[in-house]
Nanobody, 120 residues
């Protein structure tokens, strides 16, 4: 059984920073890509940032230059460093791991979500 556990959310003032972590546990052989999505009230879930195993990254235009995604393949963990946070970054942030290979095959997994609130 693969589980993704997120941490690091919270309340921060505009201009502040937060660092999210997502740790994948279970009998994992490899993970193709890890990413962060977010969903604000009344809006669709959107991709924020994604990193492929070899290190290639993708960022939504709205976070380029402010957010940095990284991963530790040995620990099956991904991080999202969020700087210069804006009120519009307020959302529930979800970790996603796609192409997770275990003895059972290859599947995608989601974390439970962590709330990020940017407000003065």
């Amino acid at each position: 059984q693969v589980q993704l556990v997120e941490s690091g959310g919270g309340l921060v003032q505009p201009g502040g920073s937060l660092r999210l972590s997502c740790a994948a546990s279970g009998n994992i052989f490899s993970i193709n890509a890890m990413g962060w999505y977010r969903q604000a009230p009344g809006k669709q879930r959107e991709l924020v940032a994604r990193i492929i195993r070899e290190g290639t990254t993708y960022y939504a235009d709205s976070v380029k230059g402010r957010f940095t995604i990284s991963r530790d393949n040995a620990r099956n963990t991904a991080y999202l460093q969020m700087n210069s946070l804006k009120p519009e970054d307020t959302a529930v942030y979800y970790c996603n791991a796609d192409g997770v290979t275990t003895m059972s095959g290859r599947e995608d997994y989601w974390g439970q979500g962590t709330q990020v609130t940017v407000s003065s």
